[in-house]
């Protein structure tokens, strides 16, 4: 098996303006925007992406089948804009797998012509909060007012840790090649998949490509979520209250 393994789909020559990449991450903010996405546009699966770098596990379906682990390319046109989409099942397991992948993207965008690259993600604060922000990144100065008047907010402090992973490594590694990237995380606590953060993510992303997806899907998950979010709020509560009984 090859380290990194492109297998395409159709011989049939594509095209894409700008390159969405949704895998996964914390809250699985970035997955659930970009297979949203992918959904609602009828977006074209062209390729799938093998490697050993991934994790050493296979995936049961639901009829008890087998498969390796992979990501997927997918394209789509809508109003003049062409939209090529990276998701999947996982990221790298090594240091350097997230480097070799990402340069394997890199390859396939720079083959589909891509322009600009918009890297999804969550940012885990830790704790449950009712509004969420979209925080960014740029690997271009000029694309920071851009960013920022759809809503994006760029803090000099956060993310502290930096951005792991594809989404960061697509930014860098794309400037080098010439194409320019933004990053936008929304807020999430970490603790679970959340559909909020991902609603927020897309109403920027909405902004910023001139797209007008519905987020009808998103918001009824965001809903569905809401009564396990109460039973982590109340264990937080609790958890408070005992910590200020002990402290007393």
């Known amino acids: 098996m090859d380290d990194i393994r492109i297998k395409k789909l159709t011989d049939k020559d594509y095209h894409a303006?700008?390159?969405?990449?949704?895998?996964?991450?914390?809250?699985?903010?970035?997955?659930?925007?970009?297979?949203?996405?992918?959904e609602e546009l009828g977006a074209?699966?062209?390729?799938?992406?093998t490697s050993i770098f991934f994790p050493p596990q296979v995936l049961i379906d639901e009829t008890g089948?087998?498969?390796?682990?992979?990501?997927?390319?997918y394209v789509v046109s809508k109003d003049d804009l062409s939209i090529a989409f990276l998701v999947g099942d996982v990221q790298s397991g090594s240091p350097e797998g997230h480097y070799l992948l990402a340069?394997?993207?890199?390859?396939?965008?720079?083959?589909?012509?891509?322009k600009r690259i918009y890297t999804l993600g969550g940012y885990g604060t830790g704790h449950l909060q009712d509004e969420i922000q979209v925080l960014g990144a740029v690997n271009n100065s000029d694309l920071r007012e851009t960013?920022?008047?759809?809503?994006?907010?760029?803090?000099?402090?956060?993310?502290?840790?930096?951005?792991?992973?594809a989404s960061g490594l697509l930014l860098s590694l794309g400037a080098?090649?010439?194409?320019?990237?933004?990053?936008?995380?929304?807020?999430?606590?970490?603790?679970?998949?959340?559909?909020?953060?991902a609603h927020a993510v897309l109403g920027i992303l909405n902004v910023l490509t001139g797209l007008?997806?519905?987020?009808?899907k998103l918001e009824e998950r965001a809903v569905e979520m809401e009564g396990i979010v109460e039973k982590?709020?109340?264990?937080?509560?609790a958890k408070a209250d005992e910590e200020l009984s002990y402290i007393g």
């Not at 303006?17 to 992918?38: F, R, W, Y």
């Not at 074209?44 to 992406?49: D, F, N, R």
């Open 103 to 114: 340069d394997a993207y890199l390859d396939v965008a720079e083959e589909l012509g891509v």
């Open 232 to 237: 982590i709020r109340e264990l937080e509560n």
């Open 147 to 165: 960013a920022e008047t759809a809503g994006v907010i760029f803090s000099h402090d956060e993310p502290g840790g930096g951005i792991i992973g």
């Open 65 to 73: 089948v087998a498969r390796l682990s992979c990501n997927e390319i």
């Open 17 to 38: 303006d700008i390159l969405i990449e949704g895998l996964p991450g914390v809250g699985q903010v970035g997955k659930l925007v970009a297979e949203h996405m992918i």
């Open 176 to 197: 080098e090649r010439g194409i320019e990237g933004m990053c936008l995380m929304g807020e999430t606590s970490g603790y679970i998949v959340d559909p909020k953060s």
């Open 212 to 216: 007008d997806i519905d987020d009808t």
């Open 44 to 49: 074209e699966k062209i390729a799938e992406i």
